[in-house]
Nanobody
Framework: QVQLVESGGGLVQPGGSLRLACTAS????????MGWYSQAPGKQRELVAT???????NYATSVKGRFTISRDNAKNTVYLQMNSLKPEDTAVYYC????????????????WGQGTQVTVSS
């Protein structure tokens, strides 16, 4: 089993910044791809950014140039630096991770965190 614990959400004014963090813990062999997704009220969950185990990043068009995803493999932690925040960025942000397990062979399982609220408002 894997637990993903997010932190760093909160209330910020338009144009401000926040840094989200998500740490994976549990009995896994390693963590592969990690990512952040957002879900605004009444909308479907959507991709914000993903990052591979060797730190190749992918971003939604709406956040390119404003958000930066990074990771610390030694800490099994992924970060999302959010700059120039806009009211439309308001959402619950969820961490996602692929964990690898080894029991004679390797298998992969996907996990979600509980979410952290980001509110951008003056």
């Amino acid at each position: 089993q894997v637990q993903l614990v997010e932190s760093g959400g909160g209330l910020v004014q338009p144009g401000g910044s926040l840094r989200l963090a998500c740490t994976a813990s549990g009995s896994f062999f390693s963590i592969d791809a990690m990512g952040w997704y957002s879900q605004a009220p009444g909308k479907q969950r959507e991709l914000v950014a993903t990052i591979t185990s060797d730190s190749v990043a992918n971003y939604a068009t709406s956040v390119k140039g404003r958000f930066t995803i990074s990771r610390d493999n030694a800490k099994n932690t992924v970060y999302l630096q959010m700059n120039s925040l806009k009211p439309e960025d308001t959402a619950v942000y969820y961490c996602n991770a692929d964990a690898l397990f080894y029991t004679g062979s390797v298998f992969r399982a996907n996990y979600w965190g509980q979410g952290t609220q980001v509110t951008v408002s003056s």
